[in-house]
């Protein structure tokens, strides 16, 4: 099924909600849904080219990372304090007259 019963419910509200703004509330919310559509079928498209057999016949194949570290690639967490830190030092290099 490709419109589940929320979907439906959300563009009745949208309907109600747009219409005490524009003259065509339902052309605003199929805009919205096929905008949404379109780049979920894009991803789709370019999520398959790339495992094509074709590509992996030849040899193309998605490169691998280098340089990331799979503890922070993986952790989010990690990253912000990582992220945090280095912003720590700036501060103190700039405080200093340090370029960093």
């Known amino acids: ?20 703004y524009h ?11 096929l905008r949404a559509l379109t780049a979920h079928v894009i991803t789709a498209t370019a999520q398959k080219n790339i495992e094509h057999p ?4 030849i ?10 570290l799979p503890a922070l690639r993986d952790n989010p967490i ?11 030092k700036r501060k103190q290099f700039k405080a200093r007259g340090i370029k960093s």
């Open 1 to 20: 099924m490709l419109l589940t019963a929320g979907v439906v419910n959300a563009c009745s509200l949208a309907k109600k909600a747009y219409s005490v």
């Open 54 to 57: 074709v590509l992996s016949e």
């Open 59 to 68: 040899g193309l194949a998605q490169p691998e990372e280098t340089g990331i």
């Open 78 to 88: 990690k990253r912000m304090r990582l992220a945090t830190e280095i912003a720590e």
């Open 23 to 33: 003259d065509n509330p339902m052309s605003v919310i199929e805009q919205s849904v």
